[in-house]
Structure formats: C-alpha cells, structure tokens
C-alpha cells in the first residue's frame, strides 16, 4: 500500500510564497509521474503542474511562470514552490503519482491541504 503525505499548506497574503512538499511511501518499485492537482471551492479540480521521471514538466496556464514543481527521486518526494501567489489560487492542493509497486501500476492521491490566499 502506498501512502501520499502533503505538507506546507497554509494562509499566505496575496503576492507570498509558499512551499508544498509531498512524500510518498511504501510499496513503491519506482515513481513515474508525480504532480498537483486544485479544487476550489464549487470548481472542478484542475491539473495545476506534472513532472515524468524523464524530467519533463507541464504547467496550467494560469501558473506558469509563478509555479515551480521539482522532485527528489531519492526521497519519493515532490515539491510545488508558489510565488505571487493571489487569491484565485486559493484552493485545496492534492498529490497525485503513478507509480509502480513491483506488482501493479498504481494511481496514488494525497488527502489535501488547504492553501489560502487572502489579506
């Protein structure tokens, strides 16, 4: 069984930063897609960043070029770095992988985390 745990969440006033962290532990063989995911409230949730294990990422418009996503392969571990954040981004954050547990290919989601943007 594999187990997402997000982290960083937060209230943050509009232009502000904020780090997301997610780790993923358990049967995992190896991770090929991780990323995140948004919902707000009374929207659908949306595709916010992706990064493969080849390296590529893709981005939503509406964050490119104020969100970074990164991972670290070694510790099972993605990152979303937000910068000028505003208030439409206000949402609830998920992680998501695909992975392999050395039996099965698996799609992984987190539990949320809350990130509001507010003065």
């Known amino acids: 069984q594999v187990q997402l745990v997000e982290s960083g969440g937060g209230l943050v006033q509009p232009g502000g930063s904020l780090r997301l962290s997610c780790v993923a532990s358990?049967?995992?063989?190896?991770?090929?897609?991780m990323g995140w995911h948004r919902q707000a409230p009374g929207k659908q949730r949306e595709l916010v960043a992706v990064s493969t294990s080849s390296g590529g990422t893709n981005y939503a418009d509406s964050v490119t070029g104020r969100f970074t996503i990164s991972r670290d392969n070694a510790k099972n571990t993605v990152y979303l770095q937000m910068n000028s954040l505003k208030p439409e981004d206000t949402a609830v954050y998920y992680c998501h992988v695909h992975l392999f547990t050395g039996r099965q290919f698996e799609s992984v989601w987190g539990q949320g985390i809350q990130v509001t943007v507010s003065s």
């Open positions: 358990g049967s995992i063989f190896n991770i090929n897609v």
